[in-house]
């Protein structure tokens, strides 16, 4: 593969040529594809746990425990491995975008229960607003449907993150409740709101779009379509 | 003996010694994850395809088991149960037999026979 052109955001000219990422291609959607993390992707955690914004907003537990509880050592990847409570991918643009824009997570998974919790992380600033979290939710909750048999997919968001409420309301999660005073930034107290989605409730969200899960044959490569 | 390595998928000569009688044993070899996970789900329904109802999955060789991992697990167990005589035992070493215990599915796998 030709080298692109280095860029300054994660965007790139749309005719450069981009090497194929390692890992392998889980789900795919029409924006935004899914696929395995690899060693190679800590280089980007360690970029993200530093980003102020993103722990404001997201507050993720996976990097808040890269960043203090594994002081960003290589071993953490080797853990994700050997934990049956979670499912990490990374979200990879289709066009334009020479790295990861972010993480889809389904995290205390209950597979006995069949119940899990959802973290979607847009992390690059300039792939916000186009939909990516949005497709990169629906696709891990499509998989944690048909692989891990979950009957239930559970998301908590600060109560100042909009963005985030209106992207799990677009994907047919329900507003359950509020968690008063739930969230702490360090200054104050803030809501954390409570959102679920059943299964045959993602099975109608399914059944609206184009989306697809092809879990018949994993496709190689960097995951651009045909 | 049918031998999957969770990386890359052989099939190695039959080792009946391991097996117990009239039992197909599936070796699973590797990390056991999203990645991978689907091989061994494939290699349990194509055995069962074959008319092999009585298997056993020896995950002695595995060497990392997440959430996917233990999913498809279940989901062979499963498969092996619809069949009439359906069998699927597990071979578990430590690893494994930590991620099921962890996962709250012990309960849910047909039969666990650590390290034996």
Do not use: C
Request: aromatic share 6%; hydrophobic share 45%; glycine share 8%.
């Amino acid at each position: 593969m030709s080298a692109a052109p280095a860029p300054v955001s994660g965007r790139q000219a749309p005719s450069a040529a981009r090497a194929a990422p390692a890992g392998a291609v889980v789900s795919r959607g029409t924006r935004v594809y899914l696929r395995t993390l690899t060693p190679a992707d800590l280089v980007h955690l360690a970029r993200w746990v530093e980003d102020q914004f993103l722990e404001r907003m997201v507050g993720s537990d996976l990097l808040h425990a890269f960043k203090h509880v594994w002081d960003k050592s290589p071993e953490f990847y080797e853990a994700l491995l050997t934990d049956p409570t979670q499912v990490v991918l990374v979200i990879e643009a289709y066009r334009g975008w020479d790295r990861p824009v972010g993480l889809a997570r389904l995290y205390n998974i209950h597979l006995l229960e069949g119940y899990a919790f959802l973290e979607t992380i847009i992390a690059d600033p300039r792939a916000m607003k186009r939909g990516f979290g949005v497709e990169a939710g629906k696709l891990i909750s499509y998989y944690g449907v048909d692989v891990l048999g979950l009957r239930r997919i559970e998301a908590k968001v600060y109560e100042y993150n909009v963005l985030s409420m209106n992207s799990l309301l677009r994907n047919g999660f329900r507003k359950e409740g509020v968690l008063r005073q739930a969230g702490f930034d360090g200054e104050r107290a803030w809501d954390l709101v409570v959102f679920g989605i059943l299964r045959d409730e993602i099975e109608a969200q399914r059944k609206k779009d184009k989306v697809y899960l092809p879990l018949d044959a994993p496709p190689e490569g960097n995951g651009e379509p045909a | 003996m049918i031998a999957l390595d969770a990386a890359r998928a052989t099939v190695a000569p039959r080792d009946p010694s391991r097996a117990a009688a009239g039992s197909t044993t599936i070796a699973v070899a590797g990390a056991v994850t999203v990645a991978t996970a689907w091989k061994v789900v494939a290699q349990v329904a194509a055995a069962l395809e074959q008319g092999h109802t009585r298997l056993v999955l020896d995950l002695e060789g595995v060497t990392a088991l997440d959430a996917a991992g233990v999913a498809a697990l279940l989901e062979a167990g499963r498969l092996a149960e619809r069949r009439p005589g359906g069998v699927l035992e597990l071979r578990a070493n430590h690893l494994v037999t930590a991620a099921l215990t962890e996962s709250g599915t012990t309960a849910l796998i047909p039969a666990i026979a650590p390290g034996t």
